[in-house]
């Protein structure tokens, strides 16, 4: 049986380096991006593997509609949700139409496409969904004197690592596996769009974002941080999070007790 991935944001970056990952190891693709000229070039550079082009916009309705048909479809092994716009600024300076994009792209595109992938993947009693989210889904703890805020943008990408986590749950023993990939800085062209000059920042490469998810999914790792050489750091931050999600009660906390 022949392996078919679909990737959305494959005209660069981290979907670009998933697409030629998977082409050298046999997959054939679904390749999905808004730039139909860099699409054609990647699929061009790929002729051992058969690669279907897919020019589609995620931050419209119509865009994730058309491709989760395309999901529900095919006989997906792999589903990379890669797709992602560069809007970094703080909720005030964001526009109505750059928040509804990012949130479209980031929130409602995996969202769709995933549910529209799963019930095939389940009557195959296999398949992969590889969701990309970043670092910046931990960050929210971070005072505005640590970093930058971006309230919208880091919102998306933690409610990425939930659905993953609630979803891999959903499908345990399925056969079916869900990862989510949270790098820290890529060397990739997402921050130049954003007028970002990171050229002197160290950055991971974008195929070592791949080579790690690839490998986490071989570790059976829900959440991978491509970057974090402790492995614990990330279990202690779940256990916390299970820890009070347990402790909850029906009585009102002592601290908001007036008398």
């Known amino acids: 049986m022949t392996n078919l991935a679909l990737v959305t944001g494959a005209s660069s970056g981290i979907g670009k380096a998933f697409a030629e ?7 054939d693709l679904i390749v999905v991006g808004r730039r139909k000229d860099r699409l054609d070039e990647l699929a061009a550079s790929l002729p051992d593997v058969h690669v279907q082009v897919v020019a589609a916009d995620l931050s419209t309705d119509e865009g994730v509609d058309s491709l989760a048909e395309v999901c529900a479809t095919q006989p997906l092994t792999m589903l990379v949700n890669n797709a992602g716009v560069a809007h970094y600024m703080p ?16 929130v ?9 992938a799963v019930p095939g993947m389940l009557s195959r009693g296999t398949g992969t969904i590889v969701n990309i989210a970043g670092m910046i889904a931990f960050s929210g703890p971070a005072p505005s004197s640590q970093m930058p805020r971006r309230a919208v943008y880091a919102g998306t990408l933690a409610h990425i690592v939930a659905l993953s986590q609630t979803l891999s749950a959903e499908l345990e ?4 596996q869900v990862q989510v990939v949270c790098p820290g ?9 954003q007028g970002m000059d990171l050229s ?19 570790l059976g790792e829900v959440v991978c941080a491509p970057g974090v050489e402790d492995a614990g750091l990330l279990q202690t931050v779940f256990d916390a999070d299970l820890a009070a999600f ?14």
């Open 21 to 27: 990952r998977l082409a050298s190891d046999g997959y």
């Open 91 to 106: 909720i005030a300076d964001l526009s109505a139409a750059q928040a509804r994009e990012l949130v479209h792209v980031k």
């Open 108 to 116: 409602v595109a995996p969202t769709m496409l995933s549910r529209a």
């Open 173 to 176: 023993g399925t056969g079916v």
């Open 185 to 193: 800085v890529v060397a990739t062209e997402f921050h130049t769009v």
């Open 200 to 218: 002197a920042v160290p950055r991971m490469t974008a195929a070592d974002v791949v080579t790690g998810s690839l490998r986490g999914l071989e």
């Open 246 to 259: 347990g402790a909850q009660s029906p009585q009102l906390a002592t601290r908001y007790r007036t008398s």
